[in-house]
């Protein structure tokens, strides 16, 4: 195997073990404060007035009526959309939305990469001649994920990394890693951008790279553009546990 091969497989390792690390000491940690903030997404029936059970006539006699699902959808319009910054910092959510929203579109790349590589070793065809609706849609999916994710990471990471030097209420709060980390995801997504451009139109070269880090296979020799991308993203993974 290429000594690229060998050092995907070594950032993978030093991920998954700094994340379960950290994931580790996080759990050991004292329970924190309990402190609620208003309106809580739990309060089944409250939430929507800011409201809490603490509110009723001898609450402490009663059983607390919570809501899971609102809990859930709370959660997710700020992880998805980052409605708060929304909110409170318009010009900045402007960039930071398709920053993070291309990031979670890229990880979906990475797992249709995954599922499309092992449909290939399985003998099935991921391409758009393919039959079958599954292998049609690991094929599509994975290109629509892949473009518009670098598109949009590509397109935040620039306008964050702008905003950071020219805006004084952020430069005084950024640091030297700050500037590194968000040259180093915009360089992974021009670099992503420019593999699927020049030689890669259907991620199909990126797909046998998969196969091969699965098989333990070597991989054929990779064009400029998707060697640096690799080598990139690899790095990456390695500083990843740190800013968890």
């Given at each position: 195997m290429s000594a690229l091969q060998y050092f995907i497989y070594l950032s993978v390792?030093?991920?998954?073990?700094?994340?379960?690390?950290?994931?580790?000491?996080?759990?050991?940690?004292?329970?924190?404060?309990?402190?609620?903030?208003?309106p809580i997404p739990h309060e089944k029936g409250k939430n929507k007035y800011g409201g809490s059970y603490f509110e009723e006539v001898d609450w402490w006699t009663k059983p607390a009526n919570f809501s899971m699902a609102s809990e859930i959808k709370e959660m997710s319009k700020e992880i998805l959309f980052i409605q708060s910054l929304?909110?409170?910092?318009?010009?900045?959510?402007?960039?930071?939305?398709?920053?993070?929203f291309g990031?979670?579109?890229?990880?979906?790349?990475?797992?249709?990469?995954?599922?499309g590589a092992i449909l290939n070793l399985s003998g099935v065809a991921v391409t758009a001649e393919a039959t079958g609706f599954i292998p049609i849609a690991v094929y599509a999916l994975t290109i629509i994920c892949g473009v518009a994710g670098a598109i949009l990471g590509a397109f935040g990471a620039f306008g964050l990394l702008l905003s950071r030097i020219f805006k004084s209420e952020l430069r005084l709060f950024s640091v030297k890693s700050d500037y590194f980390n968000l040259l180093l995801l915009l360089s992974i997504f021009v670099l992503l951008l420019a593999s699927w451009l020049i030689s890669d139109k259907t991620f199909e070269l990126l797909r046998s790279v998969t196969a091969g880090l699965i098989t333990f296979q070597p991989v054929a020799s990779l064009p400029p553009t998707t060697h640096l991308f690799l080598v990139l993203s690899a790095l990456f993974s390695y500083i990843f546990p740190s800013l968890t």
């Open positions: 390792i030093v991920m998954v073990v700094g994340i379960l690390i950290k994931a580790i000491k996080i759990a050991k940690m004292p329970m924190h404060l309990r402190w609620d903030l208003y929304y909110h409170h910092n318009r010009p900045l959510w402007i960039f930071s939305f398709p920053f993070h990031l979670y579109l890229l990880i979906g790349f990475v797992a249709f990469l995954l599922l």
